[in-house]
């Protein structure tokens, strides 16, 4: 690790100028080059041209998972190296790489004793998802988290309304998952090797239904209540019109008949933590 990309998104999570600012310093403090910076959305992502052109060798992330998604997929034919810092609210894919929690504790560590390894990913046509899928009608519960996100909280009941009428109406149909239960209205997917791991999202009540609502708005769908899981190696969208779904936290629709399976990336993703 000696030359140095910089991505950052000042706008997600956690992240911000400051924080970005740094993490500049301590590339400069370590003796490495910084060879080029974007801070997305704002900045297009690199291209691989531009890359080897200032002949990096390592790109580093201080985002959230959604923009590290687009970088992901943006570098996915890269020969070099992805550090991934937690830069946004839940920072899930982050925490799988790393024991430290401190952005510049991590960069000297990825360092010292960085490896590169590969990661599983959830894959549905040209979508792909680091950390987790969630499809069908609660999906909608994203609309509050972004208006908490951005601040609006005038426009927060508003959104809130909408994903509760949507999550009291019909399930989503999943083929290639049995026992996966026909009323669930929504499907938490995560890749394992290669394997799907599929939750079955299921809450009728109230109470389940309020925790749900807040467990997907702070990100942890698994920790909520009416949560059970199950394993699959493929699964195909088997309703009629297309359905709302969460890409690492980005809305996407996936049409009727789209199949979802596990992928793998390569070797490209620095881990500090000890290896498993």
């Known amino acids: ?33 910084l060879a080029g910076r974007t801070d997305f959305p704002g900045d297009a992502l690199p291209t691989l041209d531009a890359l080897e052109a200032a002949k990096v060798d390592t790109v580093v992330l201080l985002a959230g998972d959604g923009t ?15 550090l991934v810092l937690p830069g946004g609210t839940m920072n899930m894919l982050a925490k799988s790489l790393h024991t430290e929690t401190d952005p510049v504790a991590i960069l000297a560590a990825a360092q010292e004793r960085g490896r590169r390894i590969a990661l599983p990913f959830v894959a549905a ?5 680091m950390v987790g899928l969630i499809v069908g009608p609660a999906a909608n519960w994203y609309h509050a ?18 994903a509760w009428r949507r999550t009291f109406g019909k399930g989503i149909r999943l083929a290639g998952a ?8 929504a499907a938490y997917v995560r890749a394992h090797e290669n394997m799907l791991a599929v939750a079955a999202i299921n809450a009728r009540d109230f109470r389940s239904l309020a925790d749900l609502g807040w467990n997907l708005i702070t990100g942890d769908w698994v920790a909520a209540h009416a949560v059970t899981e199950i394993q699959t190696n493929r699964l195909t969208i088997a309703e009629r019109r297309p359905v709302l779904a969460l890409f690492d936290g980005e809305p996407v629709t996936l049409d009727p008949a789209t199949t979802v399976m596990a992928g793998r990336t390569g070797e490209q993703f620095v881990a500090t933590g000890p290896a498993t």
């Open 1 to 33: 690790m000696q030359r140095i990309w910089f991505i950052t998104n000042p706008k997600s999570g956690s992240s911000s100028t400051a924080q970005a600012e740094e993490i500049v310093a301590g590339i400069a403090d370590r003796g490495l080059t």
């Open 68 to 82: 590290i998604n687009a970088a992901v997929r943006a570098l996915a034919d890269w020969d070099g190296a992805i």
């Open 125 to 129: 046509g040209e979508h792909r998802a």
């Open 145 to 162: 988290r972004e208006r908490i996100r951005e601040g609006k909280l005038a426009d927060l009941w508003p959104a809130v309304r909408l």
């Open 178 to 185: 049995p026992g996966f239960a026909r009323e669930a209205q």
